[in-house]
């Protein structure tokens, strides 16, 4: 099947060469290239036919999808919209039923083993995944005969990559990320709750873009946006070296912008480009908007220990360890009374008997 | 459940139960070993040999080296064990994700320094350890003095001060969870370990300040 290149559709839409070249520029930038990297990236949209994407909902709030529409970076979107194609989302698609998932299935044939799986939202497992289904076919299902034809996975969000609010404790649904089900292809992670649109775009397009994947963390997150923690980063972190915390969300401390440690911020075991790249346009993120990080990006944050208690406290209810201690000391007590008196019987013992063996000698 | 959550959470709790039943239990036993029934009028007031002691022993002698026969004689091991314990007394005490801890055990807080202060005293603490380890290994009579376990109490106690610098400087390029786990695992270990060890010496050191101070005080005679 012969297909257009990403800058022979360009051309078609009326765009000159210099506007390609100004957008490949941007794109380096956007995917957290170098400079030098530019060649690369204009090969790849003259020579790259345009590549299917395919975005899959599973156990989700859509909140993924919300934050992609959302992305403040309108030449990173366009070209995901006009010159990628996201040939099958079941939010932003007009069509749906029948249609939709046949053509799902045609692109997912044409383009076996060239197509980007994009995955939103946990996978329940327990009882077969029944707690998930689309046309009558369970979640897992879905996934599996996606993944097996697709190139790559992007995990897009905490419950795509980790589980998320459906893993959370107790878990009632069995959920999983999906690398827990798929094994045997690339996956990239990209969690957040939403994560932030331009990382989702910029990740996608990377892989579209250069059919590559970009640089991983330990977690299989890319390290061009998930390489430094929202403290590192925070324009806070003055006042944390200085021991300047807010301890309420209104005393003298909050209203003049100090740390929010104290008040339970995620932001030091958080990884995340939250405090760079922002939200809404550049315009925030949430420790800005005087209100500590959740850890929205790491595993298991739903299950962290609460999110409005202080990183250093540890997790678990305070009355409960109260009441160990309580028991514990309690515990100490016995043993040592005990012993004590043990001690204290043989002493006599010991002295008795000494009385007893001197009378004898006398 | 991951590593972290495991270390900060169950192991943690698990740690400070076996502290407070371990510390409990040590400081009842030596207290119910008895007294000696003292037949003697006192020639002088108990209580204030308990004062004189602690404001000779805390507040006046740290800071007077040169009368101190010990900093004489000894002025490496009086020098850095001062390092060792004010920095240690610092960083457990006053920084303030270490205050945050205490608060969710005990329930209150107090006011904390700023980190850099915190990294100077923990350097401060690590360097004085490395200075008396250097002293027990080079001296004969040190070697001799030192048993398995006072080898292990220095491993058990610089390990915790160690991973915390690693993790507030984000050194060797590790994530911070990682690091943070086993900051935490030592910390879980180190509570685990002291009331077994010398390392009680925390609190045993009040008992004996405590008895000498009223024996002194007291100048009665026992039989």
Redesign the interface.
């Known amino acids: 099947m012969t297909e257009k290149t990403i800058y022979e559709s360009m051309v078609e839409r009326g765009l000159s060469r210099r506007d390609f070249l100004k957008l490949a520029t941007l794109m380096t930038a956007a995917l957290g290239l170098e400079y030098s990297q530019l060649p690369k990236v204009v090969h790849a949209m003259e020579n790259k036919p345009r590549l299917p994407v395919i975005w899959l909902e599973f156990q989700d709030c859509a909140g993924c999808s919300e934050a992609l529409t959302r992305s403040h970076d309108p030449y990173l979107t366009k070209l995901l919209f006009n010159d990628i194609s996201v040939d099958y989302h079941e939010t932003l698609f007009a069509a749906a039923g029948k249609q939709a998932e046949e053509n799902k299935e045609r692109v997912m044939d044409e383009y076996e083993g060239q197509f980007v799986l994009v995955v939103e939202g946990s996978i329940p497992t327990k009882d077969n995944g029944v707690y998930c289904t689309i046309g009558g076919r369970s979640a897992i299902d879905l996934l599996e005969e996606a993944a097996s034809k697709a190139m790559a996975i992007i995990s897009v969000g905490t419950c795509a990559s980790f589980g998320g609010l459906p893993h959370a404790n107790p878990n009632p649904t069995g959920a999983v990320g999906v690398h827990e089900l798929v094994k045997d292809k690339p996956i990239i992670h990209v969690p957040g709750c939403p994560p932030i649109p331009e990382v989702i775009t910029n990740t996608i397009a990377h892989v579209v873009l250069l059919g590559e994947i970009p640089e991983l963390?330990?977690?299989g997150r890319p390290k061009a946006f998930y390489g430094q923690?929202v403290h590192?980063r925070c324009p806070r972190r003055p006042f944390?070296?200085?021991?300047q915390?807010a301890e309420s969300y209104d005393d003298k401390g909050a209203k003049a912008g100090w740390c929010l440690?104290?008040l339970g911020c995620k932001g030091?075991?958080t990884?995340s480009a939250c405090a760079t790249i922002k939200w809404n346009e550049g315009v925030s993120f949430p420790v800005q908007s005087n209100h500590p990080c959740l850890g929205c990006t790491?595993?298991?944050f739903w299950?962290?220990?609460g999110f409005y208690?202080?990183?250093?406290?540890?997790?678990?209810a305070?009355a409960a360890?109260?009441a160990?201690?309580g028991f514990?000391?309690l515990?100490?007590?016995a043993?040592?009374?005990g012993?004590?008196l043990y001690?204290?019987k043989i002493k006599q013992k010991a002295a008795e008997e000494f009385k007893a063996q001197k009378k004898k000698e006398a | 459940m991951d590593w972290l959550e495991f270390f900060r959470g169950p192991m943690f709790q698990i740690a400070l139960l076996v502290f407070i039943l371990g510390m409990v239990y040590r400081f009842l036993r030596i207290v119910l070993m008895g007294w000696k029934k003292d037949y003697s009028p006192p020639r002088g007031s108990a209580a204030a040999g308990v004062v004189k002691t602690y404001v000779k022993g805390l507040g006046f002698l740290p800071f007077l080296p040169p009368k101190f026969p010990g900093t004489r004689h000894r002025p490496l091991t009086y020098i850095a064990g001062g390092m060792f314990h004010l920095g240690l007394f610092v960083v457990i005490f006053l920084s303030t994700p270490h205050m945050e801890a205490w608060r969710s055990v005990l329930g209150f807080g107090w006011p904390t320094l700023p980190t850099p202060f915190i990294d100077g005293f923990a350097a401060m603490s690590m360097i004085g350890m490395i200075i008396l380890l250097s002293n027990r290994i080079v001296s004969p009579v040190g070697r001799m003095l030192t048993g398995l376990g006072e080898w292990l109490n220095w491993i058990v106690v610089f390990l915790p001060l160690l991973s915390g610098w690693v993790l507030y400087h984000h050194l060797f390029g590790m994530p911070y969870q990682t690091i943070f786990a086993i900051h935490m695992f030592t910390v879980d270990w180190l509570l685990i370990w002291i009331p077994f060890s010398r390392i009680s010496h925390f609190m045993t050191y009040f008992i004996t300040r405590t008895m000498h101070g009223a024996k002194f005080g007291r100048l009665g005679v026992e039989p």
């Open positions: 963390d330990a977690l923690t590192d944390y070296e200085r021991g915390f440690y104290k030091p075991t990884y790491e595993p298991d299950d962290g220990g208690k202080s990183l250093a406290a540890p997790p678990g305070e360890r109260g160990q201690a514990a000391s515990g100490g007590a043993l040592a009374v012993s004590a001690a204290r």
